[in-house]
C-alpha cells in the first residue's frame, strides 16, 4: 500500500511539469486571472453574418453610377412627395423652441 | 451592406449593436482581462472598470438579440435559419429550407 501513496510535493511538481510541457498556465490555487477574457473566441464576426445579405437595386444604382440604372419605385415616391407638397399636405416644420411644438400646445 | 430585414427599427437596432460588438470586442476584452484579474493591483483593476464602464450600451455581446430575418419578431426564433416559428413553418412547407420535412409517424 505505501508504494501507491503519493506524496504531495511530488504531485505539486508533476502539474508543474505538465503546464511547461503543454504551455498552461500554472495556477495552483486557482486565481482568477482572467484568462478566460483572452482564451474565448471573438464573437463579433460570427454576429455580423446573422442576418442574409441581401442585393437591392439602389444599392446598385449607387455602386455602379455608370450602368444607368433607374429605381423606379424610389422615383416614384419622390414624386409622390413632391406632389404632395404642392397640395399642402407635406410633412410640417421642425419646432426651433419647445413652446413651438404642436404636441406641447395641444396638451394645454 | 443592407439585409432584407433593415425594414424594421428594431432589426436595425440589433444590426447597429453587433456592428458596435465587432469594433470594440479587442479593447474591451483587454479591460475585462485587468478587471477580472486578481492578482492585479486593486486600483489598477478598478481603473480598468472604470474604462470598462465608458463604453456605449451598443458594445455589449448581451445587447444583441436574434431576431426574424423575415418579420423582425423577436420571440420564438430558430437562430439556425434566422426565423420565427411561423415564418420557418411558412418556409419549411414550400420546401424552402434545406433538409427540413414535415414530421410524419
Redesign the interface.
Known amino acids: 500500500m505505501d508504494a501507491l501513496r503519493v506524496v504531495p510535493s511530488k504531485l505539486k511538481g508533476l502539474t508543474r511539469l505538465r503546464c511547461e510541457i503543454f504551455q498552461t498556465a500554472y495556477n495552483p490555487k486557482n ?5 478566460k ?2 482564451r ?1 473566441r ?4 460570427s ?2 453574418e ?5 442585393i ?1 437595386l439602389s ?1 446598385v444604382a449607387r455602386e455602379l453610377p455608370q450602368l444607368g440604372i433607374v429605381d423606379e419605385d424610389e422615383m416614384q415616391r419622390l414624386q409622390d412627395v413632391e406632389d404632395r407638397k404642392r397640395r399642402g399636405k407635406g410633412a410640417p416644420k421642425k419646432a426651433k423652441r419647445k413652446e413651438d411644438s404642436k404636441r406641447m400646445s395641444k396638451k394645454r | ?6 425594414r424594421f427599427s428594431r ?1 436595425v437596432r440589433d ?1 447597429k449593436a ?2 458596435g ?3 470594440n ?2 479593447s474591451r ?1 483587454a479591460y ?8 492585479l493591483p486593486p486600483q489598477v483593476r478598478h481603473q480598468a472598470q472604470l474604462q470598462l464602464n465608458t463604453f456605449g450600451k451598443y458594445t455589449r ?1 448581451s445587447t ?1 438579440k ?1 431576431r426574424c ?1 423575415e418579420t423582425g419578431r423577436g420571440r420564438g426564433i430558430m ?1 439556425e435559419f ?1 426565423l420565427c416559428r411561423y415564418q420557418f413553418r411558412l418556409k419549411a412547407l414550400h420546401g424552402e429550407l434545406n433538409g427540413v420535412r414535415k414530421a410524419c409517424w
Open positions: 486565481l482568477r486571472t482572467g484568462a477574457y483572452l474565448a471573438l464573437r463579433g464576426p454576429m455580423m446573422y442576418y442574409p445579405k441581401t437591392t444599392q | 451592406m443592407t439585409h432584407n430585414a433593415m432589426v444590426v453587433r456592428q460588438v465587432l469594433k470586442e479587442v476584452r475585462l482581462y485587468v478587471a477580472r484579474n486578481t492578482t455581446p444583441v436574434n430575418s437562430s434566422a
